[in-house]
């Protein structure tokens, strides 16, 4: 064990240390004053999906901990910004470029489900903000997966004027575009042209066909002014669909995946579902002065390689459980589940491709 905690400490930012005094997540401690054998004491609760009480108990078995279940569950919370920091330097090493543009944030929306422990738990739906480049936890949400009123809209968010929000299909229909428009914010959405009507900017019906097929290479990045009919009979909202074609590779991994798909549901596909596929499509109100079509499917690229991380939650981390009662618990815990899973994929990856020993030697 001595000899993997090595390793896995090779792993970690070169001021993961450093990190924890900036944070004050040793702070108020009496015993055990070591960062080491505090983010030990977490990787046992967080990897490897004790409870709080049974962690305890190995922390101090171990001779790496005494404090009370109570205790270790305040002291995941004072954690919280520093694994939050954690991750945003993990996240960093995958070539996710965090830095800052003029001060410029935006903020990622998404959610995902969690169930109750044992057999008959309930299902739960977290909807949470990460705001990009600080990687800022600004919001958390916890729902049933069914019932009115529950489902993956932006009307689950706070939302406020300014805001640039950035955010998956799910959300990508004409309720989502008129609540960030009512709420004075700019919307980044992947859209579906089967889910949305769109109008071109003389008010007729988009021609998707003909609009795409001035997209003929992979590579080329389109825009057309359009508007968006909302649903109170209100004047359309102005945007832009902004589209680039996938590569060969990807268009028929699509199309395959597609079919696999009616398949299993005995569904027949129309000519038009494979036409949509071959494209990358989002909707912005995006200032476009500011934003250029390709700056927009780069900033929409960013949520996508994020999203990918959130995504192996449930193969790596073992998300699954409902989180903690307290909005600063959850999302201490969801910082912790993210760090698991950037440093379990990174370990990885050495191992693949970086030396034949698969970590790196400390200077």
């Known amino acids: 064990m001595d000899e993997e905690w090595t390793v896995l400490l090779s792993l970690l930012p070169v001021d993961w240390r450093e990190k924890a005094k900036e944070t004050n997540a040793l702070k108020g401690l009496r015993k ?6 505090l983010l030990r004491t977490l990787l046992i609760h967080l990897a490897c999906g004790y409870s709080l009480r049974e962690t305890v108990v190995r922390a101090r078995e171990a001779r790496l901990a005494e404090m009370s279940d109570v205790a270790l569950l305040k002291r995941l919370r004072k954690c919280k910004d520093w694994l939050a920091a954690l991750c945003q330097s993990l996240l960093e090493d995958r070539g996710i470029n965090l830095k800052r543009r003029e001060n410029f944030e935006v903020r990622l929306f998404d959610a995902t489900t969690v169930k109750e422990p044992g057999k008959t738990g309930s299902l739960w739906r977290i909807h949470y903000s990460l705001r990009v480049p600080s990687l800022l936890c600004d919001y958390f949400k916890l729902t049933p997966t069914s019932g009115e009123g529950n489902g993956e809209t ?13 955010a998956d299909r799910a959300y990508g229909r004409a309720s989502g575009v008129e609540c960030a428009n009512e709420h004075q914010a700019s919307l980044l959405v992947r859209m579906s042209p089967s889910h949305i009507e769109v109008l071109d900017s003389s008010g007729q019906p988009f021609s998707w066909k003909d609009r795409l097929a001035e997209i003929p290479k992979a590579g080329n990045v389109k825009s057309w002014d359009v508007l968006i009919p909302i649903l109170k009979g209100e004047q359309p909202i102005p945007g832009r669909v902004c589209a680039i074609r996938k590569t060969e590779q990807a268009i028929l991994a699509a199309h395959k995946r597609l079919k696999e798909r009616a398949a299993r549901k005995g569904q027949a596909l129309k000519p038009k579902t494979f036409l949509y596929a071959e494209y990358v499509i989002v909707f912005t109100t995006f200032d476009e002065s500011r934003f250029t079509s390709s700056d927009v499917l780069n900033w929409y690229r960013l949520r996508w390689q994020i999203e990918l991380v959130f995504k192996r939650f449930k193969q790596l981390a073992q998300l699954g459980h409902l989180p903690k009662y307290t909005d600063e618990s959850s999302k201490a815990w969801l910082y912790g589940k993210l760090f698991v899973t950037l440093l379990t994929e990174k370990l990885i990856w050495q191992a693949h491709v970086l030396s034949p020993w698969g970590y790196v030697i400390a200077q």
């Open 32 to 37: 055990n004053k070591s960062e080491e054998d």
């Open 154 to 166: 932006l009307s689950q968010f706070a939302i406020e004027a300014g805001d640039y929000i950035i």
